[in-house]
T-cell receptor
Framework: DAGVTQSPTHLIKTRGQQVTLRCSPK?????VSWYQQALGQGPQFIFQ???????QRGNFPDRFSGHQFPNYSSELNVNALLLGDSALYLCASSLVGANYGYTFGSGTRLTVV | DAKTTQPNSMESNEEEPVHLPCNHSTISGTDYIHWYRQLPSQGPEYVIHGLTSNVNNRMASLAIAEDRKSSTLILHRATLRDAAVYYC?????????FGAGTTVTVRA
């Protein structure tokens, strides 16, 4: 059973560019969340999608946007990239509700130069 | 967000038990206590979660205090593969709020 699949695994972009990261959730999961993890820190919540709607958003600017498709897969878009956006971006899937654990992907390492 | 407090680091010897404490004095009645671990260069991995009662699975045990203001993750026999950052997280309806976690080192 495949877990959470993220693509690409690594990415290098230039300041000011736009990037799209993709995530396929674990089979059977209907909720997708995105996290940003800077080097040496814990993951920070960006937003969560359920039924193609953004349910909750963390403290991230509007440059960060997302989408969930009918097959539950998701995209994270970041516009006008800054050097500080360099991080590991993690996708996590779950069933809706607090009584379920999350399954995380291995992440996309984004480097902004 | 309800906060958790964990020690920065812990060391253990291989094949010995590891007890990882977590304080969460502001926990609400509907918050579940989740534990995840993260190995270098990997995404976090689910370990265990619970609400009120102690929980066991193949990876670990979770002991929850009666007042739910603290909990302990127990790795029964540490192996070198258990060396990781362990996060104690309170999950409400939506997100997981990660703190700095506890870095566990296992000595051979």
């Amino acid at each position: 059973d495949a877990g959470v699949t993220q693509s690409p695994t690594h990415l290098i972009k230039t300041r000011g560019q736009q990037v799209t990261l993709r995530c396929s959730p674990k089979s059977g999961h209907d909720t997708v969340s995105w996290y940003q993890q800077a080097l040496g820190q814990g993951p920070q919540f960006i937003f969560q999608y359920y039924e193609e709607e953004e349910r909750q958003r963390g403290n991230f600017p509007d440059r960060f946007s997302g989408h969930q498709f009918p097959n539950y897969s998701s995209e994270l878009n970041v516009n006008a990239l800054l050097l500080g956006d360099s991080a590991l971006y993690l996708c996590a899937s779950s069933l809706v509700g607090a009584n379920y654990g999350y399954t995380f992907g291995s992440g996309t390492r984004l480097t902004v130069v | 967000d309800a906060k958790t407090t964990q020690p920065n680091s812990m060391e253990s010897n291989e094949e010995e038990p590891v007890h990882l404490p977590c304080n969460h004095s502001t926990i609400s009645g509907t918050d579940y206590i989740h534990w995840y671990r993260q190995l270098p260069s990997q995404g976090p991995e689910y370990v265990i979660h619970g609400l009120t009662s102690n929980v066991n699975n193949r990876m670990a045990s979770l002991a929850i205090a009666e007042d739910r203001k603290s909990s302990t993750l127990i790795l029964h026999r540490a192996t070198l593969r258990d060396a990781a950052v362990y996060y104690c997280i309170l999950r409400g309806d939506y997100k997981l709020s990660f703190g700095a976690g506890t870095t566990v080192t296992v000595r051979a």
